[in-house]
């Protein structure tokens, strides 16, 4: 069956786009029995998505579950395995001894080196001490690890190193405690659970510098877990021993147990899997939002440059800010108790302190330099030139404040919220983050895009308009250790790669030689054979000149972030389905699970 006949056996309408290879791009087309596995697929989503609405806020009426699995109690330190605290053997107690193993495990790590997650460490291992521990260890530089880091790392080994029986065997283990604890009945629907093991005890890293580093993440107990389940359900049990902090039956959110963690206070959840129908729903109506903004997006950047000149401060402060939460995709921030989380601030809680002015620099009129801690403690430094009336709004913002005094003091970001609710109904400060990183994508893609490039070429325009959109949003990550390794490694493959080239060039020269002497039809075979290898060495060649582009250009950008959760991924599906790329070549099977929707529903010619 071709491919154009096939296409009459798919699904009418958006849903029967989900298989495109088979009828968009003949490079791509799948095998009859898969191509109707995925239909099927596609048929049972949308019947899903078309079941009978809840009434307003309820997410559910029917939730059982087995409630978290959590992380297995310690286990001492074998016999042989010491800590010695100023050349001496010291035995810890338990308690002690589990948190010593939190740092011995990261001696290798740059974290250990640093003095906050040192003295945080020290102060929170301190706590976990018997009276008597505490009066010896004073000095976490006269403490010694080394034996316990040795055992961990050879442990590590031995586990890698492990026959093919053992590692199957514990493979069967993991999705034994998978099928108990991994899946709930929602409404009738087995669904995935996506994070149904607690978090283990551990040192806090953070990011950036964040100045909790190093303290104590206290083990999960069910005593502090609050479980939500329906009240026809059959109740998960606690473990032997224990009882939960609370049962609760709230069908108006979609969460199955929470707790609070001690570093930083934040709740934590356990949540549908990305792929379940709640999750979809809620990713779909998110991304629409922010398309229905497009609509509006010009008549209020003109109410908002309009308001750059108003009589009312409030107004105008509210405008500068909204200005550069559109323009520089700046995070509003949330308000926060004192002492609460690090000193991180977003666009309503900048302070004078974090906002330089320059009248003329490097050529530039009307400049503002940047420089703040965001979210995750990541620093934001950005020059921006920005309109005249904006540096003067700014200039009279700042006027006559202490360092420690805020830009923006007759704004918030509840009133700013409300202010955006009532331009457009759900419109938030992040709606535009949503909208300015999509946009963004969609422009970059069509820019830099083109039909005739190889699929490696297509994928190294699509990695650099996401992080066009990385930039945008201050996507940052530090350039992972391997990262020089790892360059030594694929440029010794381009350099043999570019050997073998050569010489692939030259056998062709020779039978080129041979083909006007001989004139046969063996020697012309010959040359086309030797062509052929030429044109596949130096596409292979390409292909990893591509690959060391893109890993040079991407050592210090994070592009999972944006991907995942600010791209409405409709953008890349059409994309590729427009450029014949395979979609597994963007989103790896988890991420087609979580955006199932999106390839359902997206075809070639889908716009943002």
Same mark, same amino acid.
């Given at each position: 069956m071709q491919g154009r006949s096939m296409a009459a056996t798919l699904p009418a309408g958006p849903w029967g786009t989900l298989l495109w290879p088979a009828v968009g791009c003949k490079r791509l087309r799948l095998p009859l029995a898969r191509l109707y596995a995925a239909c099927r697929r596609v048929a049972t989503l949308k019947a899903r998505w078309e079941e009978e609405k809840h009434e307003?806020?309820?997410?559910?009426?029917?939730?059982?579950?087995?409630?978290?699995?959590?992380?297995?109690?310690?286990?001492?330190?074998?016999?042989?395995?010491?800590?010695?605290y100023n050349g001496k053997h010291m035995k810890l107690s338990p308690a002690a001894e589990e948190v010593a193993t939190f740092y011995a495990k990261m001696l290798s790590h740059e974290y250990t080196t640093k003095k906050v997650f040192q003295n945080n460490f020290f102060n929170d291992w301190i706590k976990e001490m018997t009276p008597v521990e505490r009066k010896k260890i004073k000095d976490l530089g006269k403490c010694d690890f080394t034996e316990i880091h040795k055992y961990f790392v050879d442990k590590q080994e031995a586990q890698k190193a492990l026959p093919k029986e053992e590692k199957q065997k514990l493979k069967e283990e993991a999705e034994k405690i998978m099928e108990e604890y991994g899946y709930c009945i929602i409404d009738g629907h087995r669904e995935k659970i996506g994070n149904f093991k607690t978090e283990p005890p551990g040192l806090f890293r953070g990011r950036?510098?964040?100045?909790?580093? /190093?303290?104590? +993440?206290?083990?999960?107990?069910?005593? #502090?877990?609050?479980?939500? !389940? *329906?009240?026809?359900?059959?109740?998960?049990?606690?473990?032997?021993?224990?009882?939960?902090?609370?049962?609760?039956?709230?069908?108006?959110?979609?969460?199955?147990?929470?707790?609070?963690?001690?570093?930083?206070?934040?709740?934590?959840?356990?949540?549908?899997?990305?792929?379940?129908?709640?999750?979809?729903?809620?990713?779909?109506?998110?991304?629409?939002?922010?398309?229905?903004?497009?609509?509006?997006?010009?008549?209020?950047?003109?109410?908002?440059?309009?308001?750059?000149?108003?009589?009312?401060?409030?107004?105008?402060?509210?405008?500068?800010?909204?200005?550069?939460?559109?323009?520089?995709?700046?995070?509003? /921030?949330?308000? +926060?108790?004192?002492?609460?989380?690090? #000193?991180?601030?977003?666009? !309503? *809680?900048?302070?004078?302190?974090?906002?330089?002015?320059h009248p003329r620099l490097n050529g530039k009129e009307n400049v503002v330099e940047f420089d703040f801690l965001g979210k995750d403690c990541i620093r934001y430094y950005n020059k921006v030139p920005v309109e005249k009336q904006v540096f003067k709004n700014l200039q009279l913002f700042m006027e006559n404040k202490e360092p420690g005094d805020d830009v923006f003091d007759r704004l918030s970001t509840a009133s700013l919220n409300k202010h955006l609710q009532d331009l457009m109904e759900g419109l938030t400060a992040k709606v535009f983050r949503t909208y300015n990183a999509s946009i963004t994508l969609q422009e970059q893609l069509e820019a830099l895009t083109s039909e005739e490039d190889s699929v490696a070429a297509k994928l190294l325009s699509y990695n650099r308009a996401n992080r066009a959109v990385a930039i945008l949003c201050n996507h940052q990550r530090a350039t992972p250790k391997t990262f020089e390794k790892s360059m030594q490694t694929l440029q010794s493959k381009i350099d043999a790669k570019k050997k073998q080239v050569k010489e692939a060039k030259a056998q062709l020269k020779k039978a080129k030689a041979d083909r006007r002497c001989k004139k046969d039809v063996k020697s012309k075979a010959a040359v086309e054979k030797k062509k052929k290898m030429v044109e596949k060495m130096e596409e292979q060649l390409a292909k990893l000149q591509m690959q060391a582009t893109d890993k040079e250009e991407n050592k210090q950008i994070a592009l999972g972030t944006s991907k995942l959760n600010y791209l409405d991924p409709r953008i890349s599906v059409a994309w590729c389905k427009r450029f014949c790329v395979p979609i597994e070549k963007i989103y790896n099977k988890t991420q087609r699970e979580k955006f199932a929707w999106a390839i359902a529903m997206a075809d070639e010619d889908f716009e943002f």
């Amino acid at each position: 069956m071709q491919g154009r006949s096939m296409a009459a056996t798919l699904p009418a309408g958006p849903w029967g786009t989900l298989l495109w290879p088979a009828v968009g791009c003949k490079r791509l087309r799948l095998p009859l029995a898969r191509l109707y596995a995925a239909c099927r697929r596609v048929a049972t989503l949308k019947a899903r998505w078309e079941e009978e609405k809840h009434e307003d806020g309820v997410k559910w009426h029917q939730l059982e579950h087995k409630g978290p699995y959590f992380a297995p109690p310690y286990r001492p330190l074998p016999d042989g395995v010491n800590f010695y605290y100023n050349g001496k053997h010291m035995k810890l107690s338990p308690a002690a001894e589990e948190v010593a193993t939190f740092y011995a495990k990261m001696l290798s790590h740059e974290y250990t080196t640093k003095k906050v997650f040192q003295n945080n460490f020290f102060n929170d291992w301190i706590k976990e001490m018997t009276p008597v521990e505490r009066k010896k260890i004073k000095d976490l530089g006269k403490c010694d690890f080394t034996e316990i880091h040795k055992y961990f790392v050879d442990k590590q080994e031995a586990q890698k190193a492990l026959p093919k029986e053992e590692k199957q065997k514990l493979k069967e283990e993991a999705e034994k405690i998978m099928e108990e604890y991994g899946y709930c009945i929602i409404d009738g629907h087995r669904e995935k659970i996506g994070n149904f093991k607690t978090e283990p005890p551990g040192l806090f890293r953070g990011r950036g510098d964040h100045p909790k580093m /190093g303290m104590l +993440k206290k083990r999960v107990l069910p005593e #502090d877990v609050i479980i939500n !389940c *329906s009240k026809d359900s059959k109740i998960p049990q606690p473990p032997p021993g224990h009882t939960w902090k609370e049962v609760r039956c709230d069908n108006t959110v979609t969460w199955l147990a929470s707790w609070t963690e001690n570093i930083q206070g934040s709740i934590k959840y356990v949540m549908l899997n990305p792929s379940s129908k709640l999750k979809g729903e809620k990713d779909w109506q998110k991304y629409e939002v922010a398309r229905r903004l497009k609509g509006v997006v010009e008549k209020i950047r003109a109410q908002y440059r309009a308001d750059w000149k108003s009589k009312e401060m409030k107004k105008r402060q509210r405008s500068v800010a909204l200005y550069f939460i559109d323009r520089l995709a700046l995070r509003a /921030g949330n308000e +926060k108790e004192e002492g609460e989380t690090a #000193d991180t601030v977003g666009c !309503c *809680s900048l302070r004078v302190e974090h906002v330089a002015l320059h009248p003329r620099l490097n050529g530039k009129e009307n400049v503002v330099e940047f420089d703040f801690l965001g979210k995750d403690c990541i620093r934001y430094y950005n020059k921006v030139p920005v309109e005249k009336q904006v540096f003067k709004n700014l200039q009279l913002f700042m006027e006559n404040k202490e360092p420690g005094d805020d830009v923006f003091d007759r704004l918030s970001t509840a009133s700013l919220n409300k202010h955006l609710q009532d331009l457009m109904e759900g419109l938030t400060a992040k709606v535009f983050r949503t909208y300015n990183a999509s946009i963004t994508l969609q422009e970059q893609l069509e820019a830099l895009t083109s039909e005739e490039d190889s699929v490696a070429a297509k994928l190294l325009s699509y990695n650099r308009a996401n992080r066009a959109v990385a930039i945008l949003c201050n996507h940052q990550r530090a350039t992972p250790k391997t990262f020089e390794k790892s360059m030594q490694t694929l440029q010794s493959k381009i350099d043999a790669k570019k050997k073998q080239v050569k010489e692939a060039k030259a056998q062709l020269k020779k039978a080129k030689a041979d083909r006007r002497c001989k004139k046969d039809v063996k020697s012309k075979a010959a040359v086309e054979k030797k062509k052929k290898m030429v044109e596949k060495m130096e596409e292979q060649l390409a292909k990893l000149q591509m690959q060391a582009t893109d890993k040079e250009e991407n050592k210090q950008i994070a592009l999972g972030t944006s991907k995942l959760n600010y791209l409405d991924p409709r953008i890349s599906v059409a994309w590729c389905k427009r450029f014949c790329v395979p979609i597994e070549k963007i989103y790896n099977k988890t991420q087609r699970e979580k955006f199932a929707w999106a390839i359902a529903m997206a075809d070639e010619d889908f716009e943002f």
